[in-house]
């Protein structure tokens, strides 16, 4: 049997595009070498807020997939969101400025923080500027990927090249016309230099503690609001030195739960906190912050073909030379769980009909970047 998609990689990106294939009547692959949800997904606390900041072209990208996001994951899996308030609270000057400029020019609905919340905090903490945002939520990472992902067949192994005989592509037994590449941060299956993914180790840990939240708050680590069971979540760490494939010596677990403890603290008085469980994986960001969205150029073919893109010259998109049949859907840094069901769509709607992906977001933005560097 020919696939009609191989997808490597089953975090959220992969898990979301096996969703909108299958659910079109496709047949997929599904390879992770570790299990579903295994990286950077099993690790998120996977919070659904919108990027609080200056009006700009990320900002209202994290916002159109965040308003997107919340009506699919409410809509299609009920039961693995929790639909809850967000505080968002400035962690210095700088940042006062920027929740201030966001809610003169936001459409979003936001109101007083209530008192209940106001004796909860920090004098730190209530002493900068906030804003209580009425819709954010948090998705059980790892409970959505597998619903997303449950159409699909999973492989459990590692691709570690990608063969093309000119008609599918072939990973040992298994064979697919087209491959969506959604490994994250992880080994990259091609070297094209204007592709740069940086891998950004991140922590979360779910605590007990006796003080209820109501709501999540964001400061300077997020917190969930507490289940029934009196547990919530805190994320994350930002490290950009340790990584689980390069790096030497083993994670440093303790110094990441004093860091996240200290950090929630800052923010709200929590009491008697008991650590319950650690969650650790890589994010996947880009140079200019954007998603990586789309089919990839070949560097060498495309500038033999056209070396006046070496000297800025520009050459219509469409005669780029491209690797057949293959697309990639990463670059989505700490937004992942926000953004990975809107593009997703725009990446699959993009396949099967044709329709366009704006040029913020296809690989070949970058490409045309590298190609003004480069002299051969
Ligand atoms: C601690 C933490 C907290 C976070 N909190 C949030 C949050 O609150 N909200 C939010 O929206 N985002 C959050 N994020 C970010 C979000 O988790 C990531 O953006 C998202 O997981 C990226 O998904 P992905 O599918 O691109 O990559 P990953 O989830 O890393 O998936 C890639 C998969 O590919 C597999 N793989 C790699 N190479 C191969 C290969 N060669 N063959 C087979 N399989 C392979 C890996 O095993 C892995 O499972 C957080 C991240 C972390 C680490």
């Known amino acids: 049997m020919i696939f009609d998609f191989a997808i490597i990689g089953a975090g959220i ?4 595009c096996s969703y909108f294939l299958t659910k079109e009547g496709f047949s997929v692959a599904l390879f992770d070498h570790v299990a579903i949800a295994s990286g950077g997904s099993g690790a998120a606390g996977a919070f659904i807020s919108p990027k609080i900041s200056k009006k700009g072209d990320i900002q209202s990208l994290i ?7 919340l009506d699919f994951y409410n809509q299609n899996f009920p039961s693995m969101i929790k639909n809850s308030p967000l505080l968002h609270i400035a962690r210095d000057e700088k940042e006062n400025k920027k929740v201030k400029e966001f809610k003169e ?8 923080m209530p008192d209940k919340t106001l004796s909860l905090l920090s004098d730190y903490a209530k002493e ?5 945002l009425e819709r954010s939520a948090t998705v059980d990472a790892k409970r959505v990927c597998e619903e997303l992902s449950k159409d699909a067949t999973f492989f459990k192994e590692k691709v570690t090249e990608l063969n093309f005989n000119g ?10 016309k087209k491959v969506i590449l959604a490994n994250g941060a992880y080994t990259q299956l091609l070297n094209e230099p204007y592709i740069n993914l940086r891998g950004i180790w991140g922590h979360r840990i779910d605590v007990k503690t006796t003080t209820a939240l109501d709501h999540n708050i964001h400061n300077f680590v997020s917190i969930s609001a507490s289940d029934q069971n009196n547990i919530l979540a805190i994320g994350a ?5 340790f990584h689980p494939e390069r ?3 083993a994670y440093d677990l303790q110094s990441g739960r004093d860091e996240l403890i200290e950090k929630a603290l800052k923010s709200v008085k929590l009491e008697n906190i008991e650590i319950l469980a650690d969650h650790v994986g890589l994010r996947c960001g880009s140079n200019d912050y954007f998603p990586y969205l789309g089919k990839l150029v070949k560097t060498n073919e495309t500038l033999d073909k056209f070396p006046q893109l070496q000297f800025g010259k520009s050459v219509d998109e469409r005669k780029l030379i491209y690797y057949e049949n293959l697309y990639m859907i990463n670059g989505v840094g700490g937004y992942g769980f926000v953004l990975a069901p809107y593009i997703a769509k725009i990446l699959c709607d993009h396949i099967i009909k044709d329709e366009n992906i704006d040029h913020t977001l296809e690989p070949s933005r970058l490409f045309f970047r590298y190609a003004k560097k480069v002299k051969k």
């Open 167 to 176: 008609d599918h592509y072939i990973f040992g037994d298994t064979k697919a």
């Open 237 to 241: 760490t930002h490290n950009v030195h």
């Open 105 to 112: 020019s936001t459409a979003l609905k936001f109101s007083d």
């Open 63 to 69: 916002e159109s997939a965040y308003l997107f996001s």
């Open 247 to 249: 790096s030497s010596e």
């Open 13 to 16: 990106n992969g898990c979301a």
């Open 128 to 132: 900068h500027e906030s804003l209580f």
